[in-house]
């Protein structure tokens, strides 16, 4: 972190060079608008990647349409109902869900040092419903007993967001919450196929970070069973449109390894089968659809990928990638000064002539 640190520095003592050179108005023509842009944008890029690496935590950022099942994929892997979901509860706000060493567990919103008690879930989303100071794309923290989830000891925060259908301010978003998310999971309903919407966010992501650590969850998976004769092409359809849109279009992952970031489940059943274990009743507890158990082993195999990607995105992510865009920023950076430079020379040149001249 130190060494960014140091490369912010120097990125910051070039920026404000250029910005003092291009408002001089006796030296106009040495540094451009753009070049001006150019520079200021490779700061704060480079004050983010200080962020994540000064961070401890590893981030996870949940996205998808309004109904498409988020809230429940969460619930299923903290294996409880922590978030509000189902009918009649959307997400209007970003919820963010971290561990706290209490037994209590609480919510703090924007802007405030408060820590409101919350025992249940409904008192949540009342909660949340509840509070008018509380607008569309405001962040909520949601601490839960570490004890309650062994998935929230590691340092891990979920972080669960409004639909992606139901924004303008997509942009606002990424630069406000994902920039440091470190993996980000598409929940998408599978009784329908991937939306613009969704596409159009991720190509956002994938602009402003190198390669980001993309999961797609096709949720509600079980609504196939009831039509078991079309099952296996539905899933052939979904699976080669979401390869054709991590593999072409994004370019985030070659396409072995993207067989590894495309899953069919249904977060619903999970969570309802880790409730009833953790009740000491069977799993398969009440009304099961067919294929239950084939939907539950891939969701604990793409939790096993996930929690793999998470480890090695702590060394990979933190370090490696950025590090790459780090010197990306800097050949830039040094490229922009060069022609500060050059232009300053051709100035100096060009005002000499002049003054002889005379």
């Known amino acids: 972190t130190a060494i960014f640190e140091e490369l912010l520095n120097f990125v910051t003592e070039g920026a404000n060079f250029v910005e003092e050179t291009h408002k001089n108005p006796q030296l106009e023509c040495i540094a451009t608008t753009d070049e001006l842009k150019k520079i200021q944008a490779y700061k704060n890029k480079l004050a983010v990647i200080g962020e994540v690496l000064a961070r401890r935590h590893m981030k996870v950022a949940f996205f998808g349409r309004t109904s498409s099942g988020k809230s429940s994929v969460i619930n299923a892997m903290l294996w409880d109902k922590v978030l509000p979901s189902g009918i009649g509860h959307t997400t209007n706000c970003f919820l963010s869900v ?15 040092d408060e820590k409101k008690s919350v025992k249940t879930v409904n008192q949540l989303a009342h909660a949340l419903h509840m509070d008018k100071d ?11 007993p570490k004890t309650k989830c062994s998935l929230l000891r590691d340092d891990l925060v979920l972080v669960d967001s409004p639909g992606t259908d139901v924004t303008t301010e997509l942009d606002t978003w990424i630069d406000k919450f994902c920039l440091d998310a470190d993996v980000f999971v598409l929940v998408a309903n599978s009784e329908s196929t991937l939306m613009n919407t969704e596409k159009q966010f991720f190509h956002k992501v994938n602009e402003k970070l190198s390669k980001p650590n993309i999961f797609i969850l096709n949720n509600r998976w079980d609504a196939s069973a009831s039509e078991p004769e079309y099952m296996e092409d539905v ?6 449109r979401c390869l054709t849109f ?4 994004l370019r985030v992952v070659d396409r072995s390894e993207a067989q590894n970031r495309i899953f069919f489940v249904s977060a619903k059943e999970v969570l309802s089968a880790r409730k009833h274990k953790a009740q000491g009743m069977p799993e398969g507890g009440g009304a099961i659809a067919e294929g239950f158990q084939t939907r539950f082993q891939e969701f604990q195999h793409f939790e096993k990928i996930f929690e793999e990607c998470i480890s090695q995105s702590a060394v990979k992510t933190k370090f490696e990638q950025h590090t790459i865009r780090a010197k990306q920023i800097l050949e830039t950076v040094k490229n922009i000064m060069d022609n500060v430079n050059v232009a300053a020379a051709h100035q100096r040149v060009h005002s000499m002539e002049e003054r002889e001249d005379q």
């Open 98 to 112: 971290e561990g706290t060493d209490g037994d209590k567990a609480y919510l703090m919103t924007e802007g405030s």
């Open 246 to 249: 991590l593999v072409d279009e």
């Open 235 to 240: 899933r052939k359809q979904h699976m080669e």
């Open 134 to 144: 509380l607008e569309a794309g405001c962040l909520v923290h949601v601490f839960w």
